[in-house]
């Protein structure tokens, strides 16, 4: 990876491209930790912060290693890229709800182009949904005080509500736009970048936190549990992203005028692990609603709250619930990207056929059945890593219920920003393979 990116470094319009990301990420970070007017600040910093024991507050210790500590700040990218990621979730389930979706995610640069303006318009109204919920939670205090505002009266509290969504909302769609502009001139996926960048400025209370329960509290076992577990997610993630099955492919020979085409053996790769961490984050955001719906209520005594209550990071109903619904959204996205039946059909317009297995329905539901094989593997592996420093975690009373989500966005970012690297220095040399 280091060589990688040294010889990177060295071609200028990649170098450009990488100062470019860097700027970017810089503006990020600087919009992550100026506050909102009105907020605050050092109530909610406090409310939020990594010992936390209540449901509420703990979830909102938890969404702010997404957003880089914006949460904590009550800062202008407090929601960060969540708004754009919950949008893009909604977009690809309705493509495949909605004939008319479907169709344009069918129709080449185009559709896709429609699509991502689709997707940024619900961004805004996510946006601002989620501005109104973030600031209820804000006035309620969060269940434990008055208020994290810092003006008192309903008209003030209304003129700093106006102030406060409004930021919130403009300040998510600033960061779809900062993660569009990597897109465009940068290195890597735009938002995956981001969103690494906000954990990443997390490492240093994480290792503080760490360093307090080891040295303070005497949880020699559950430090070291820990350290341990995420350097083997470390290694099991980089193994198992480039661990693949490989269907083999056979083409016939024909014959068009004087050559002879085909008779080649080649394969179909099916990376165990698809779909990446897009799982994980799908499930996330699902789960995120439970746990957000308690900033609104005052009774702690109803059986909605205790229900409610259920979903804590930190809870076993959490765990459970968070496994299966990463294996769904699993075989959810294995649907998006493969399609068996088409698959077949381009093999036989091809002259291209599995070995053993007949063409057409034969073929199709050959695949069908590898790739519902291969996707559980990589469903069961991404389920485990995520909730395995939550059982850690509860063990060892330490809150790290993000530990193995954060780690694997982290890597397969950084593991695919490399690649897409290495795609721009090859195709920066591929001139040389036709001298």
Same mark, same amino acid.
């Given at each position: 990876?280091?060589?990688?990116?040294?010889?990177?470094?060295?071609?200028?319009?990649?170098?450009?491209?990488?100062?470019?990301?860097?700027?970017?990420?810089?503006?990020?970070?600087?919009?992550?930790?100026?506050?909102?007017?009105?907020?605050?600040?050092?109530?909610?910093?406090?409310?939020?912060?990594?010992?936390?024991?209540?449901?509420?507050?703990?979830?909102?210790?938890?969404?702010?290693?997404?957003?880089?500590?914006?949460?904590?700040?009550?800062?202008?990218?407090?929601?960060?890229?969540?708004?754009?990621?919950?949008?893009?979730?909604?977009?690809?389930?309705?493509?495949?709800?909605?004939?008319?979706?479907?169709?344009?995610?069918?129709?080449?640069?185009?559709?896709?182009?429609?699509?991502?303006?689709?997707?940024?318009?619900?961004?805004?109204?996510?946006?601002?949904?989620?501005?109104?919920?973030?600031?209820?939670?804000?006035?309620?205090?969060?269940?434990?005080?008055?208020?994290?505002?810092?003006?008192?009266?309903?008209?003030?509290?209304?003129?700093?509500?106006?102030?406060?969504?409004?930021?919130?909302?403009?300040?998510?769609?600033?960061?779809?736009?900062?993660?569009?502009?990597?897109?465009?001139?940068?290195?890597?996926?735009?938002?995956?970048?981001?969103?690494?960048?906000?954990?990443?400025?997390?490492?240093?209370?994480?290792?503080?936190?760490?360093?307090?329960?080891?040295?303070?509290?005497?949880?020699?076992?559950?430090?070291?549990?820990?350290?341990?577990?995420?350097?083997?997610?470390?290694?099991?993630?980089?193994?198992?992203?480039?661990?693949?099955?490989?269907?083999?492919?056979?083409?016939?020979?024909?014959?068009?005028?004087?050559?002879?085409?085909?008779?080649?053996?080649?394969?179909?790769? @099916?990376?165990?692990?698809?779909? /990446?961490?897009?799982?994980?984050? =799908?499930? %996330?955001? &699902? *789960?995120?609603?439970? $746990?957000?719906?308690?900033?609104?209520?005052?009774?702690?005594?109803?059986?909605?709250?205790?229900?409610?209550?259920?979903?804590?990071?930190?809870?076993?109903?959490?765990?459970?619930?968070?496994?299966?619904?990463?294996?769904?959204?699993?075989?959810?996205?294995?649907?998006?990207?493969?399609?068996?039946?088409?698959?077949?059909?381009?093999?036989?317009?091809?002259?291209?056929? @599995?070995?053993?297995?007949?063409? /057409?329905?034969?073929?199709?539901? =050959?695949? %069908?059945? &590898? *790739?519902?094989?291969? $996707?559980?593997?990589?469903?069961?592996?991404?389920?485990?890593?995520?909730?395995?420093?939550?059982?850690?975690?509860?063990?060892?009373?330490?809150?790290?219920?993000?530990?193995?989500?954060?780690?694997?966005?982290?890597?397969?970012?950084?593991?695919?920003?490399?690649?897409?690297?290495?795609?721009?220095?090859?195709?920066?040399?591929?001139?040389?393979?036709?001298?």
């Amino acid at each position: 990876m280091l060589e990688t990116l040294r010889n990177a470094w060295n071609v200028k319009e990649i170098r450009n491209k990488i100062i470019f990301t860097i700027f970017i990420i810089l503006i990020f970070r600087i919009g992550s930790v100026i506050p909102v007017p009105y907020i605050d600040v050092a109530a909610l910093k406090a409310a939020t912060s990594a010992t936390a024991t209540d449901g509420v507050n703990q979830f909102f210790s938890y969404l702010s290693i997404l957003t880089g500590g914006g949460l904590e700040y009550g800062a202008i990218f407090a929601m960060s890229v969540t708004p754009y990621i919950n949008s893009s979730i909604i977009v690809q389930l309705l493509c495949v709800a909605i004939p008319a979706l479907e169709r344009l995610s069918k129709e080449g640069e185009e559709g896709q182009k429609k699509l991502a303006q689709i997707t940024r318009y619900v961004t805004v109204l996510l946006a601002l949904i989620q501005g109104v919920a973030y600031f209820i939670y804000l006035k309620n205090g969060g269940g434990s005080v008055n208020s994290y505002l810092s003006v008192t009266g309903k008209g003030a509290t209304v003129f700093a509500g106006f102030v406060i969504v409004l930021a919130f909302t403009a300040g998510s769609a600033l960061v779809m736009w900062l993660g569009e502009q990597i897109d465009a001139k940068g290195i890597g996926n735009g938002i995956s970048m981001l969103l690494f960048a906000g954990i990443l400025s997390r490492a240093p209370q994480a290792f503080t936190a760490l360093w307090t329960y080891f040295v303070e509290y005497k949880q020699y076992v559950a430090v070291i549990g820990i350290i341990v577990a995420f350097l083997f997610i470390i290694a099991f993630v980089v193994w198992m992203t480039g661990a693949e099955r490989r269907i083999p492919i056979q083409y016939a020979k024909r014959v068009v005028g004087n050559k002879m085409y085909g008779g080649q053996n080649t394969h179909i790769p @099916i990376k165990v692990n698809m779909s /990446g961490v897009m799982p994980i984050i =799908f499930a %996330s955001s &699902i *789960l995120m609603l439970p $746990t957000m719906a308690l900033g609104f209520m005052k009774d702690t005594t109803t059986s909605l709250y205790k229900f409610l209550s259920l979903f804590s990071v930190q809870g076993v109903f959490y765990a459970v619930i968070y496994f299966f619904l990463i294996i769904g959204f699993a075989y959810f996205y294995a649907t998006i990207q493969f399609n068996p039946i088409e698959m077949s059909n381009n093999l036989r317009k091809n002259g291209g056929a @599995i070995p053993g297995i007949r063409p /057409g329905k034969p073929t199709s539901d =050959f695949i %069908s059945k &590898i *790739l519902s094989r291969i $996707t559980l593997m990589g469903a069961i592996f991404l389920s485990v890593i995520a909730i395995l420093p939550i059982i850690i975690g509860t063990v060892g009373k330490i809150n790290i219920s993000l530990g193995g989500t954060s780690v694997l966005i982290m890597v397969g970012v950084a593991l695919d920003t490399v690649r897409n690297l290495e795609s721009q220095m090859m195709m920066r040399h591929y001139k040389g393979f036709l001298d």
